[in-house]
């Protein structure tokens, strides 16, 4: 079970990272075009190489795009954040588990222009330990109901069994959000919610990602139509008690 997997007492974790200390760079020119409007050209360096945002689109093509970062990025700084971890993690799995953390806690805090950054990952490596358990793996799913739309999966490592628990995975969320324990309440009720809206097909389980992603992908996108539909019912309901 995913609520189980996070757990990771049990289980000997490699170290994911030699050098856990990197150097970031980021650099923005502004294009003045003759006939069409200024664009702005984000690039970003990588212990002094150079990372394209084409690093990330074969992974996650959903946030095609240029480089972002800051406080008013959008889907660049997915972007951003998967090209960098893809840049530094051995494998991409692990740069899939951890670039929608390393987005929060670094992509969307560096500064708005030119900017060079020494990060150490040490404490980063320690509050997302979870995320290097050997048989965790992220998929991207596009009715997701969460901003970076990951599915967290687990694989069996003796059955091969994949299992998805999409009610765990709707109530996941960032733990740079404060108030633990309200946030914890809140998930207890969202998992809740899920598993009435499922009625107990929660639980997505199979021996291929290509066989459990479209199960995946089908409740999920049945799941956000509904709560869409509920959130425009009580709109509507709202207007016209007025």
């Known amino acids: 079970m995913i609520n189980n997997l996070l757990d990771t ?30 664009r702005v050209n984000r690039r970003i360096w990588v212990n002094e190489i150079e990372i394209l945002p084409a690093m990330s689109f ?42 929608v953390c390393f987005q929060e806690e670094f992509v969307m805090k560096f500064p708005a222009g030119d900017f060079e950054l020494n990060i150490d ?13 050997p048989n965790l793996y992220s998929r991207f799913c596009f009715y997701a109901m969460s901003t970076s739309r990951e599915i967290l ?30 946030r914890r309440l809140n998930e207890r ?4 919610l899920f598993r009435l809206f499922a009625k107990g ?23 956000y139509w509904r709560s869409i539909e509920k959130m425009l019912t009580k709109q509507y309901s709202e207007k016209f008690t007025e």
């Open 9 to 38: 007492k049990a289980v000997k974790l490699e170290p994911v990272l030699l050098e856990t200390k990197i150097k970031v760079k980021g650099s923005v020119t502004v294009i003045k075009g003759e006939v069409t409007s200024s």
């Open 58 to 99: 074969a992974l996650r093509p959903f946030y095609e795009g240029d480089f972002e970062w800051g406080k008013s990025a959008q889907n660049g700084s997915f972007t951003t954040a998967l090209s960098i971890c893809l840049a530094i993690f051995p494998t991409e799995r692990l740069a899939e588990n951890f670039y």
């Open 121 to 133: 990952l040490n404490r980063f490596l320690k509050r997302y330990k979870s995320r290097s358990e």
């Open 153 to 182: 999966l687990h694989k069996d490592p003796v059955s091969g069994l994949i299992t998805a628990d999409l009610a765990e995975n709707y109530a996941v969320h960032s733990e740079t959000i404060p108030g633990v324990k309200v």
């Open 189 to 192: 009720k969202q998992k809740l």
């Open 201 to 223: 097909n929660h639980i997505i389980q199979g021996y291929e990602f290509q066989e459990v992603m479209p199960k995946v992908e089908d409740m999920m996108n049945r799941f």
